[in-house]
């Protein structure tokens, strides 16, 4: 699934080129595309008809297209697990399950494979003195938010008694973090997602949001990362970060720092990859012994 840097790669592409356009057509391929948008295809084509872009805007792993339409509304699209927004010419037109067209002719269209994302119209609400639009507002900031509280943070996740990977990857703690970048900032740390949230130290869960902040920057820098042609950016293309990750999908290949064997774990219907000598595990409670039994009253040795 693309996260936040991939987003971000798509969203910088858009902005590029589809700000001051405005939306002549819009034709629904796939009744899956807008089943989030509650008033069906015919509503969603007809508040994009004739609609401005006036911006663009992302969080977490959202993004969004500003529209001057009359209303205070966004195109809000979801890229689910293998969305696309591509502008010009489509490579695999079975795949496109909405195609719009600007008035400067260029084509807009969302292509996904499996399905899993859409489009949806939605008004802007206000939250912490920023408009968004209404499906994202219950998503915290992300890192790489000028409006990021990495102290605020801090202090949410010093109250969480679960491991530190799973908070990562709750997105109203923060968002657009997902399963590549969270392992990659862990190792970059040198904290296992193993280790709860509520053990570890405020200057060491600083230093993981930092490190996600730090990895993803690096990531956007490089157009993302892309394991297959499922993400690419608005011209079809894919990124390369995937060049320079140090932990997650190196099973069995050795730690760039210390030269340890990458390990995988099962985490979340997730892979956990991590090194066990720079990210050590946390150490488990001993086990009670089952079937003991104590005579007398005098107390167990």
């Known amino acids: 699934m693309p996260e936040l840097p991939e987003v971000e790669v798509v969203r910088r592409g858009l902005a590029g080129h589809v700000v001051g356009?405005?939306?002549?057509?819009?034709?629904?391929?796939?009744?899956?595309?807008?089943?989030?948008?509650?008033?069906?295809?015919?509503?969603?084509?007809?508040?994009?008809?004739?609609?401005?872009?006036?911006?663009?805007?992302?969080?977490?792993?959202?993004?969004?297209?500003?529209?001057?339409?009359?209303?205070?509304?966004?195109?809000v699209v979801h890229l689910g697990m293998s969305g696309q927004m591509l502008l010009g010419g489509v490579p695999r037109a079975e795949h496109v399950r909405i195609s719009a067209l600007l008035d400067d002719g260029t084509a807009l269209s969302f292509v996904d494979q499996r399905t899993f994302g859409g489009w949806q119209v939605a008004e802007l609400v206000e939250v912490?003195?920023?408009?968004v639009p209404q499906p994202v507002a219950h998503l915290a900031?992300?890192?790489?938010?000028?409006?990021?509280?990495?102290?605020?943070?801090?202090?949410?996740?010093?109250?969480?008694?679960?491991?530190?990977?799973?908070?990562?990857?709750?997105?109203?703690?923060?968002?657009?973090?997902?399963?590549?970048?969270?392992?990659?900032?862990?190792?970059?740390?040198r904290v296992n997602g193993a280790r709860l949230a509520d053990g570890l130290s405020r200057p060491k869960l600083a230093a993981v949001l930092d490190a996600a902040a730090a990895v993803m920057t690096d990531a956007?820098?490089?157009?993302?990362?892309?394991?297959?042609?499922?993400?690419?950016?608005?011209?079809?293309?894919?990124?390369?970060?995937?060049?320079?990750l140090n932990a997650y999908g190196r099973e069995g290949?050795?730690?760039?720092?210390?030269?340890?064997?990458?390990?995988?774990?099962?985490?979340?219907?997730?892979?956990?990859?991590?090194?066990?000598?720079?990210q050590p595990r946390p150490r488990r409670a001993p086990r009670a012994r089952s079937g003991t039994r104590h005579t007398g009253g005098g107390v167990p040795g």
């Open 21 to 75: 356009r405005t939306i002549t057509t819009v034709r629904v391929h796939h009744p899956r595309a807008v089943r989030r948008h509650p008033g069906g295809a015919a509503d969603l084509i007809g508040r994009l008809r004739g609609a401005r872009i006036t911006g663009t805007g992302r969080r977490g792993k959202y993004l969004w297209l500003l529209l001057d339409d009359g209303e205070s509304g966004a195109l």
């Open 128 to 131: 912490g003195g920023v408009e």
């Open 141 to 189: 900031t992300d890192p790489l938010d000028p409006a990021f509280d990495r102290d605020a943070v801090v202090k949410v996740l010093r109250g969480k008694h679960s491991e530190i990977k799973r908070q990562l990857l709750d997105q109203t703690v923060v968002s657009g973090i997902g399963n590549i970048y969270a392992d990659e900032a862990l190792w970059r740390a």
């Open 220 to 244: 956007l820098s490089q157009g993302g990362t892309s394991f297959d042609s499922l993400y690419v950016n608005v011209n079809g293309e894919s990124g390369y970060f995937d060049r320079s």
């Open 253 to 278: 290949q050795g730690c760039r720092r210390c030269g340890a064997i990458i390990r995988r774990e099962k985490f979340m219907n997730r892979s956990s990859y991590y090194c066990p000598s720079c």
